[in-house]
């Protein structure tokens, strides 16, 4: 129990791994790029209270392990990650501005697996022993107990 988070009303343990990678697999996040994206990055999670754990910028793809709170969709921490590190990096590194017209350094997708201490297994033997009766119809997976 001491790996859950809490936030006002909420306990969590929400962990992802995120991959992305530049436009066209270009090589250009090494040496001052690669420590800014670091930065931005920080700056980006720790706005929005997400912790990261090991992280890792490749020349050409990022690979980023969080924790993040349950108010926050996956995709929406990558659009601030993507958006906020493309803008800057463009406006702060002019190399990078003639290797991409268009303003965007990031392809457009992006890989996210989530990560947890229990299996899918360990949660529907949990909730399989919560009632011993099976439900009449037979059915969905998903029991009503009758108080």
């Not at 988070?5 to 996040?29: C, E, G, N, P």
Request: proline share 3%; hydrophobic share 40%; aromatic share 10%.
């Amino acid at each position: 129990m001491e790996h859950y988070r809490t936030s006002a009303h909420t306990r969590f343990d929400l962990k992802y791994h995120f991959v992305w990678i530049t436009k066209y697999r270009k090589a250009i996040l090494g040496g001052a790029v690669g420590l800014r994206l670091r930065e931005l990055v920080v700056e980006v999670c720790q706005t929005n209270d997400v912790e990261i754990l090991p992280g890792h910028i490749s020349k050409d793809h990022v690979h980023l392990f969080v924790s993040v709170p349950p108010h926050l969709a996956p995709s929406k921490l990558m659009q601030y990650i993507k958006g906020k590190t493309s803008r800057k990096l463009a406006m702060e590194f002019k190399h990078i501005q003639k290797a991409f017209w268009g303003r965007h350094i990031w392809a457009r997708g992006y890989f996210v697996a989530s990560s947890g201490n229990v299996t899918d297994e360990v949660i529907r033997e949990y909730i399989r022993l919560q009632e011993t009766d099976e439900p009449a119809d037979g059915g969905a997976n998903f029991r009503v107990v009758d108080e």
